[in-house]
Each structure stands twice: as structure tokens, then as C-alpha cells.
């Protein structure tokens, strides 16, 4: 592996952290070490998201850079009599990226290796070989013989099932191929803004937060937006790149490299106009690249942070990722970057008119 600089460090350790919605902790661990030494306080809610506080003025508006914690997994549900484990996804999969795909057991033992089988090929119909296998008739092996042995090496029902894969700078040294992008990347801009407001002036109290079970129900985002009643909010997460082959431009229009995305709209939320304003004027104004984009079929944890209390203004920024929701997606460095100097701007110029301005005008 390349020599890695200290971002690309922090990048490492989040992605390759073990956690599924309803097991973040080990990621929540990675983000807090890394978080806290910008933070006046760490905590954590009830349903185990992570919230970093740090004030620059004690009265002045709330503002809250959430990334979620949990990554797309599986979940052990049945064991076989022959050792072949039965289990449940956590979190959208697509078939067709899940066989013979190297996955990591959790349990209280320790971690077991495995690998997501079906039935071969070679005895397969001519016709049931050309249709995608169903998830249902796939298994995790982990080279086991009987129940007994798999349950005597640790594995239960309920225990997480990870996605495995190494964190990897390609030959172009900004592209990064890991699994967890999905939503690693985010934590680690919540991370990053903080350490560059650390001896910024501003009239604001920034909440750095890592949330749990996005995956599945946008859930850390409605309990940590309850705890913190945020006055702005940003998302970050990643979004679609269209930038490969067969993908038009009306199916996706991202493209890695070109800067965050500013979503306009998604499933869950219609971006707040006010607030988008303000981020491209400031963008626009210091040449930082963006692109628009639009997800009609998805959404991020603002589509329940902007539902909290009476309403609180929000935007999701994304960053262009290539093969989400697999064991191996692809970003571009200087997007990650530019959202982070991005949002950190942005944060610099809100102060309690501009917040009233932006919320009422």
C-alpha cells in the first residue's frame, strides 16, 4: 500500500470499520477518536449516534454537519445443519454485486471469515443461468461442516455480517477505492469541519455527527436532530456518479471530480432555497467547484432532520461515488475536500440574522 498522509489515515480507519445499522459502534469509536481533539464535548444519544459540540459563540445558532455511521451489510438469521449460514441484507443490496464476495462475521469470539455462495452455474438450466440468483437462495460459507462447529467458533443469529475489503489508493492517487463509503466519507467531512473551524471566529455552536441506521430508516438522524434542535442542517452522504459507461446524462449527471453536489431535491426532502443560496453564492465566490443534482428515488438523513421541532432549514451536500452499496466504491479525493472547505465557509458567514434571514425570508 502507498504511504498514507494523515487524512488518508483517517479515511482508512472509518472505511475500514465494522458497522451495519444497529452495530456502529466500532465506527462511532474511530470517528470519536478522531473528532475529539476538535470538539469541547463528545456524546453520545440513546440509539448510539455520536454528537461533537464545539461553540464559538455559547448563544449563536445551532448548526448541525451530519454523516451516518452505518454502512450496508447482512445479518445472520438461520444456520444449517451442514454449517451454511441463511441470512438477512440490512440496508438495499443488489443482487447481482453479492456473489463469491469476501464477508466478515462479527461476533462476541472474535471476527469469522466467509464468502456469499449459491448454487454453481455448471448445474444450472440454460435458462435459470442467464436470470440474476435471488438473494434468498444465497448463503454465507464460512467453511464449517456441521451447526455445531460454526456455532462453537461464536456465530449466532443476530450477529453482523460486514462486507470485507481494503482500503486502496489507485495509480491516479485521487481516486480511493473502499467499502463504507456509504456514509464513511460523510463522517469524516463532519470530522474535517470542525478541525478547520478549530481557531475560526464565528458566532455559531457547530455539532459534528456521526448518526446510526440511516441504511434503514433515516432513525440517528431523528434522535440526534431531537437532542441538538439545530438551526441549519447539513447532510453529507455520498451520491450517484454517472461518469461511466452506458449512464446517460438524464439517468445520472454527477461526476467525480467536478465537486460536492448540491441536491435540490430527493425522496425524502426538497432542498430549502434559502440555505442552497447561500452555499453556491459562497462557492461561487470562492471558485469552489459544485454540481447540481437531483435523486428521485432516494433520500439522506435531512429528509428527517428538516421535520425536527417546528422545521429547521436544510440541505444535503454529496460527494460523486461510483458503485455504492457494494463491497467496493470509488470517490475522488478533491471532492471531499472541496465539501469540506465548502460547508467550513459557509458555517463562517451564518451568524443569528443570516439564520433568520435564510429561515423567514
Not at 477518536?33 to 459540540?53: C, M
Not at 432516494?298 to 429547521?312: P, Q, Y
Request: include cysteine; proline fraction near 4%.
Amino acid at each position: 500500500m502507498k504511504n498514507l498522509d494523515e487524512t488518508l489515515t483517517m479515511l482508512k480507519d472509518l472505511t475500514d470499520a465494522k458497522g451495519i445499522p444497529g452495530n456502529e459502534r466500532e465506527a462511532r469509536e474511530v470517528m470519536k477518536k478522531y473528532i475529539a481533539p476538535f470538539a469541547d464535548e463528545v456524546a453520545t444519544d440513546g440509539l448510539g449516534s455520536l454528537i461533537a459540540k464545539k461553540v464559538g459563540l455559547d448563544n449563536g445558532p445551532k448548526i448541525m454537519v451530519a454523516g451516518h455511521l452505518d454502512e450496508v451489510g447482512f445479518m445472520v438469521t438461520q444456520i444449517d445443519d451442514k454449517g451454511f449460514i441463511r441470512f438477512q441484507t440490512v440496508g438495499g443490496w443488489w443482487s447481482q454485486v453479492m456473489l463469491a464476495q469476501r464477508v466478515t462475521i462479527v461476533t462476541k469470539k472474535g471476527d469469522v471469515t466467509g464468502v456469499i455462495g449459491s448454487k454453481p452455474p455448471h448445474i444450472l438450466s440454460p435458462e435459470a443461468r442467464k436470470k440474476p440468483v435471488d438473494i434468498k437462495d444465497m448463503f454465507v460459507d464460512i467453511g464449517a461442516s456441521s451447526k455445531e462447529e460454526v456455532l462453537a467458533w461464536g456465530v449466532k443469529p443476530g450477529d453482523q455480517i460486514v462486507p470485507y475489503f481494503e482500503f486502496t489508493v489507485l495509480n491516479n492517487e485521487k481516486m480511493l477505492l473502499a467499502k463504507a463509503w456509504d456514509n464513511r466519507i460523510g463522517c469524516a467531512i463532519a470530522i474535517d469541519v470542525l478541525k478547520r473551524l478549530r481557531n475560526a471566529n464565528h458566532p455559531n455552536v457547530v455539532y459534528g455527527v456521526g448518526t446510526v441506521q440511516e441504511e434503514v430508516g433515516l432513525r440517528g438522524a431523528k434522535t440526534s436532530a431531537h437532542s441538538i434542535k439545530p438551526d441549519i442542517a447539513f447532510a453529507v452522504d455520498v451520491g450517484v456518479a454517472g461518469d461511466t459507461p452506458g449512464v446517460s446524462e438524464k439517468e445520472a449527471q454527477g461526476k467525480m471530480g467536478d465537486g460536492p453536489q448540491i441536491i435540490l431535491y430527493d425522496a425524502s426532502m426538497v432542498s430549502h432555497k434559502g440555505l442552497r443560496d447561500l452555499v453556491t453564492d459562497t462557492a461561487d465566490e470562492l471558485r469552489i467547484p459544485y454540481q447540481f443534482d437531483s435523486i428521485a428515488g432516494g433520500g439522506t438523513d435531512s429528509g428527517a432532520i428538516h421535520l425536527t421541532a417546528n422545521g429547521v432549514p436544510a440541505l444535503s451536500i454529496t460527494i460523486a461515488t461510483r458503485y455504492i452499496h457494494s463491497h467496493a466504491a470509488m470517490l475522488h479525493r478533491d471532492d471531499y475536500e472541496n465539501a469540506v472547505k465548502l460547508i467550513a465557509e459557509v458555517i463562517k458567514r451564518l451568524d443569528r440574522e443570516t439564520v433568520e434571514k435564510i429561515t423567514f425570508d
